[in-house]
């Protein structure tokens, strides 16, 4: 089958035809329908994560189980299928604790061994799903069977982002009816933080990206104000929209220690600030220990958004069957495996929200 490669840091994905993985007792093949290209992805693909190469990037999809382990449990051959970012085995103390997004599996799940490359190495996946190809063998717990008629390229989006995004909202940060939000860096995942704002009920909803693109796209999923760092503080500028106090919720969502220490201080005194974006692996974040203790504020991280995937994959599902949730206008690319270098462009220079693979 076909699968793009990422073979060394910051170079093109190469596109081969490599052997299906095999399916052990646990195991799930998935023929892929569509793949979103998330952040995450070009991370690790610039060398930035812990994740060693040659890797299969991708981990945002939906598709079409074809085979299953004799082991498993979970679905069937035949069902409709979204991949998670982190596995939830549904057993284990996190699990069953409410911390799936913490599933004692998850390393196990993301180092294992996929694929036989043709120089003889052999290559992981990335989160243990590998989306950036025309099928995928994951263990089941990296799965949920799902039932909806929503467009392959739009369920896709919920495997990753848009369930990190509306996490954040929802279940890290508990946005309040009636609040103020800012969102910093507005790709597919600050995107979902905003409507999850937008539908969590908060009514003062800034959007702060250096893309004019970006920004447009934030004011028709929810935001009602835009802001630009290129004119100025945006510490200042979120200030004035907010009675000079600050916002009852931060979110960081690019993942660079100064837009942390951003977030922190355009969030007003007893606020929540969330930290949602990817880090470089060795990045380091230095806040002044009297304003972290004495402003009351709540710094949380948030690991895919706080989600667990067996219960909020069917919820976001109905938000978006609703009509609450809009999943259709983030894409704004649809492309072909062969053009995943293309995408992977388009990320790197903030293009669009988000590009999906079909």
Request: aromatic share 4%; proline share 5%; with cysteine.
């Amino acid at each position: 089958m076909r699968v793009a490669v990422a073979y060394e840091v910051g170079q093109p994905l190469v596109i081969e035809d490599l052997e299906v993985p095999a399916v052990g007792p646990r195991d799930v093949l998935v023929r892929i329908a569509a793949s979103g290209i998330c952040h995450t992805d070009l991370t690790v693909i610039n060398g930035l994560s812990s994740l060693p190469l040659p890797i299969v990037p991708g981990h945002e999809a939906c598709g079409t189980v074809e085979e299953v382990g004799p082991e498993v449990r979970r679905v069937k051959p035949g069902d409709r299928v979204l991949a998670s970012v982190s596995p939830a085995c549904g057993s284990c103390w996190w699990c069953t604790n409410g911390m799936s997004n913490h599933c004692e599996l998850a390393g196990v799940v993301r180092s294992t061994p996929r694929y036989t490359l043709g120089d003889g190495r052999t290559a992981a996946a990335v989160c243990g799903c590998g989306t950036f190809a025309e099928a995928m063998v994951v263990d089941e717990a990296s799965v949920v069977a799902v039932e909806t008629d929503l467009a392959d390229e739009q369920l896709a989006l919920l495997g990753c982002g848009v369930t990190t995004g509306l996490g954040a909202a929802f279940n890290t940060a508990g946005v309040t009816p009636g609040s103020s939000v800012a969102v910093i860096g507005c790709g597919g995942v600050g995107q979902s933080v905003i409507q999850g704002a937008r539908i969590a009920g908060a009514t003062t909803i800034i959007a702060i990206d250096l893309a004019a693109g970006r920004r447009a796209a934030s004011l028709a999923l929810g935001a009602t104000h835009t802001v630009d760092p290129a004119e100025g503080d945006p510490v200042e500028q979120v200030r004035t929209l907010t009675s000079g106090r600050g916002v009852d919720f931060g979110f960081e969502v690019v993942g660079l220690p100064d837009l942390i220490v951003q977030a922190f201080n355009l969030t007003r005194i007893e606020g929540a600030v969330t930290l949602v974006g990817m880090p470089a692996n060795d990045a380091k974040i230095t806040l002044p220990a009297v304003a972290a203790v004495f402003s009351g504020k709540r710094l949380a991280g948030s690991v895919v958004g706080g989600s667990q995937i067996l219960r909020d994959f069917p919820r976001f599902i109905r938000l978006a069957e609703s009509g609450r949730l809009d999943l259709g206008s983030m894409i704004s690319r649809r492309i072909k495996l062969d053009e995943v270098n293309d995408g992977i462009s388009l990320l790197n220079q903030a293009e669009g929200v988000r590009t999906v693979i079909m």
